[in-house]
């Protein structure tokens, strides 16, 4: 990494490789703690201009907030509920430590709930999606989802990236930035539109008996990346269709 560093000399560097939420802890720990740890030596120690390092992190190290935290700012405190905000928690800290120690600009960027074409089953759209596209047309099929009195931060995966390019663009250096819509969806309200979408005429089955409720409200302030000049460009039922047409193209192809 320290050649690449060193051939390439980049000016910025995003930083996106992580372990989800499913990942063991083991992996959690080794890619979004050790693999930042291993990034920024190899920046420290390669003979190049320092880039400025945008790394990617998550809503996840905020934790569970009362509703009067909400719309949740980025300095709030974060108290995260399970090792994965634990560990991009903790690459935050070595990001900006490492930083500082090695005069690396680090921005933050807590990334809060993608949606859109290319987004696997791990995840709570991409599962709907999945699973509804699969099974739309059998009517005798049942599909099951948890936590639908959950709500979420949506935002495109294309706006995703416009939001990391301001941010390597106009960003302020050692700062933290949420990335979000700013908008709170209900998951229910997500899943009767994906039905829709799908067409899905089988039956739907909620389980209420899931230990791992999660966070229960989730929502960003997302004054600070606005001041930028951001403002989301896909609406999110254009995402959704997107994530529906893609589903529906690999059941193509099996």
């Known amino acids: 990494m320290r050649r690449i560093v060193e ?4 000016a910025c560097v995003f930083h996106l490789a992580s372990a989800l939420h499913s990942d063991p802890p083991e992996h959690l720990i080794e890619t979004n703690i050790r693999g930042t740890i291993c990034l920024f030596e190899a920046i420290a ?3 190049a201009p320092k880039p400025t390092v945008i790394l990617g992190s998550s809503a996840g190290v905020y934790g ?15 108290e995260p509920i399970d090792v994965y905000g634990i560990t991009k928690l903790a690459s935050e800290h070595i990001s900006r430590l490492l930083g500082r120690r090695h005069g690396i600009p680090v921005i933050v960027a807590r990334i809060f709930n993608i949606v ?5 089953e791990r995840h709570v759209c991409g599962r709907m999606a999945a ?14 989802f948890r936590n639908l009195e959950t709500t979420r931060d949506f935002i495109d995966v294309r706006d995703v990236v416009r939001a990391l390019l301001l941010l ?7 700062s933290i930035y949420n990335v979000a819509t700013g908008v709170e969806t209900p998951i229910r309200s997500v899943l009767t539109e994906l039905v829709e979408l ?8 909620e389980n209420f008996d899931d230990p791992n409720s999660g966070v229960p409200r989730s929502c960003a302030d997302v004054s600070r990346l606005r001041t930028l000049g951001f403002q989301p460009k896909v609406k999110f039922a254009q995402s959704l269709l997107d994530l529906v047409d893609y589903y529906r193209e690999i059941d193509e192809t099996r």
């Not at 051939?7 to 980049?10: N, T, Y």
């Not at 907030?65 to 909400?70: A, D, E, G, R, Y």
């Not at 390597?168 to 250096?173: L, S, T």
């Open 7 to 10: 051939d390439f000399r980049p």
């Open 45 to 47: 120690g390669a003979n």
């Open 64 to 78: 569970v907030l009362n509703p009067n935290q909400l719309p949740v700012k980025e300095t709030a405190g974060c």
């Open 116 to 120: 859109g074409p290319g987004q696997d």
């Open 131 to 144: 699973l509804l596209s699969i099974n739309f047309n059998n009517a005798h099929a049942t599909v099951t």
């Open 168 to 174: 390597a663009a106009h960003g302020e250096p050692q």
């Open 198 to 205: 799908t067409g899905f005429r089988g039956h739907i089955a």
